[in-house]
């Protein structure tokens, strides 16, 4: 299993940004995927989360604003983000279940 | 909400030494399915969350046998013995029973004495 997270970057509050999330290793149409965020130096965040069957749940920070997806024939998982806030700083990590996680992508959110 | 109450917040024990992190939730763990979906991760410096727990009790593959986790309803314990160096780091419980949403406990950081 392997998951490779791109697409992350300085960005201004306000703008966009969308995350990717490259998978491998394993038939990814058939696992449900998570988004996980860590700001700098606190704990872990889960983000939002996506079925089998593309059903999407946020957490409350990030509800309205982000938006999880995924292109089973590209075996990638995306998160858009809008709206971006200086709090939406942090490291993006993807995960299948509980047992496989990325690397992470560092998104900033400054002027 | 389920919140994870992780305590403590930091811990110093010396290598070759054992020592225990509790996790507590506000609610029962237990589903209705009757596992208790309660996990433990390790995040060393610069990394990724690596699993080491899975339901309460269940070692994920190729994690030694030095770690143990234990508990039930709402109160969980991490215990590692014989620490090693490559065993620092921060630890989270993690609780995917009651969702949305998933959530993690705040952290233990442990350190060399």
């Known amino acids: 299993v392997q998951l490779v997270e791109s697409g992350g970057g300085l960005v201004q509050p306000g703008k966009s940004l969308k995350l990717s999330c490259s998978a491998s290793?394993?038939?990814?149409?058939?696992?449900?995927m998570h988004w996980i965020r860590q700001a700098p130096g606190k704990g872990l965040d889960w983000v939002a989360y996506?079925?089998?069957?593309?059903?999407?749940v946020y957490a409350d920070a990030v509800k309205g604003r982000f938006t999880i997806s995924r292109d089973n024939a590209k075996n990638t998982l995306y998160l858009q983000l809008n709206s971006l806030k200086s709090e939406d700083t942090a490291i993006y990590y993807c995960?299948?279940?509980?047992?496989?996680w990325g690397q992470g992508v560092m998104v900033t959110v400054s002027s | 909400d389920v919140v994870m109450t992780q305590t403590p917040v930091s811990l110093s024990v010396s290598l070759g030494g054992q020592t225990s992190i509790s996790c507590r939730s506000s609610?029962?763990?237990?589903?209705?399915?009757?596992?208790?979906?309660l996990y433990w991760y390790l995040q060393k410096p610069g990394q990724s969350p690596q699993l080491l727990i899975y339901?309460?009790?269940n070692r994920f593959s190729g994690v030694p046998d030095r770690f143990s986790g234990s508990g039930s309803g709402t109160d969980f314990t991490l215990k590692i013995s014989r620490v090693e160096p490559e065993d620092l780091g921060v630890y989270y419980c993690?609780?995917?029973?009651?969702?949305?949403?998933?959530?993690f406990g705040g952290g233990t950081k442990l350190e060399l004495k």
């Open positions: 995960a299948r279940g509980y047992a496989y």
């Open positions: 290793g394993f038939t990814f149409s058939s696992y449900g």
């Open positions: 996506i079925s089998s069957s593309s059903g999407t």
């Open positions: 609610q029962s763990l237990v589903h209705s399915d009757g596992n208790t979906y």
């Open positions: 339901k309460v009790s």
């Open positions: 993690y609780q995917g029973t009651h969702y949305p949403p998933w959530t």
